[in-house]
């Protein structure tokens, strides 16, 4: 349907930033022959867990996290334990005055992870450096991929569509959400690179989104998530200090039913919705498209992670159902 009048776009909010970024020099030269990856090894026979954070250079949350538990001195059970830095070059740009700004330098790192793209002449600083992490990506065995949110949403794991991506989810118990989708429309993220997203591969990966930028809640809730992927793994010692425990109750599943991308610059919702709203009335009015209505398709429909001024061409919200 065609909307007789259009809403006004809503001012831009002052994000408050209550992190500093934290001091990456002991961890830039890694170990591991790719710059800003630390693998520690166990010397026991066991998974290879990559823990990334930074493949968005403003979100601190998760670089603070993997800081603290190098500094702690972490080292796996058994296996080994790689600890990751991504975006380095948009890190180093951060500024608190403007904190939206250092997302990436020319592209988002978490669009590129299509092999044709990486196997092919295209170059941007973040296609290059997905071309540098990919051997030791391709070692993983499991990927907790860390991430925090610019609007407001309560904290969820995505898990991609696989079934084994959706087990190791749940079984890692936190955030207390997980969300199976199929990614965007404007590129492949890094969960849903080919060894993580083949149906014949066992390689599992699962990216959380711990909270809002630039709040001490999120770095708590990223240290929770990498406790319940260690011990999952069964790679943390028991009762291991450095790691805190899991105290929510088992998460809740909701699958994608559809993406929203804005097809055009002045995508505006019908009220500052935050993720994890649940809309109870099919065909509610969600957004205004240039001239097209967005309507929920159906009752109790969950939004996920609406962008509040999402860019033509990117994702505006995705709608789920739960599944218990």
Not at 87 to 105: G, I
Not at 170 to 199: C, E, K, M, W
Not at 277 to 303: F, K, M, S, V
Request: hydrophobic fraction near 40%; proline fraction near 9%; aromatic fraction near 6%.
């Amino acid at each position: 349907m065609i909307a007789s009048a259009s809403l006004a776009l809503p001012p831009l909010p002052q994000f408050a930033v209550e992190l500093t970024p934290p001091d990456l020099s002991p961890w830039n030269a890694g170990n591991t022959g790719i710059e800003g990856f630390t693998t520690r090894d166990s010397g026991s026979p066991g998974p290879h867990l990559v823990l990334v954070s930074l493949m968005h250079g403003n979100e601190l949350a998760g670089a603070i996290a993997l800081d603290r538990l190098l500094r702690a001195d972490l080292r796996p059970a058994r296996g080994k334990l790689t600890f990751g830095f991504a975006n380095l070059a948009a890190f180093r740009r951060f500024d608190a005055a403007e904190p939206v700004a250092s997302r990436y330098v020319e592209e988002d790192l978490n669009r590129v992870w299509d092999p044709a793209w990486l196997e092919g002449g295209r170059r941007s600083l973040e296609i290059d450096r997905a071309r540098d992490m990919r051997p030791l990506i391709d070692t993983a065995d499991a990927l907790l991929d860390l991430h925090s949110m610019l609007w407001p949403s309560i904290p969820l794991i995505l898990c991609g569509p696989t079934a084994r991506g959706r087990q190791l989810a749940q079984a890692v118990g936190t955030p207390g959400l997980v969300v199976s989708d199929a990614g965007h429309a404007n590129g492949r993220r890094l969960i849903d690179y080919a060894p993580f997203s083949n149906p014949h591969t066992a390689q599992r990966a699962i990216l959380v989104e711990a909270g809002q930028h630039w709040e001490e809640p999120t770095v708590a809730a990223t240290l929770r998530a990498i406790g319940g992927m260690m011990r999952t793994l069964g790679m943390a010692a028991k009762n291991e200090p450095r790691l805190p425990p899991v105290t929510e109750d088992p998460p809740s599943l909701a699958e994608v039913t559809a993406v929203i991308t804005a097809s055009t610059g002045s995508f505006t919702f019908t009220r500052p919705f935050r993720g994890g709203d649940l809309i109870p009335r099919r065909d509610t009015l969600l957004a205004l498209d240039g001239g097209i209505e967005i309507r929920t398709p159906y009752d109790d429909c969950l939004l996920i992670m609406p962008s509040l001024r999402p860019s033509r061409g990117h994702t505006a919200v995705r709608l789920a159902r739960r599944m218990g």
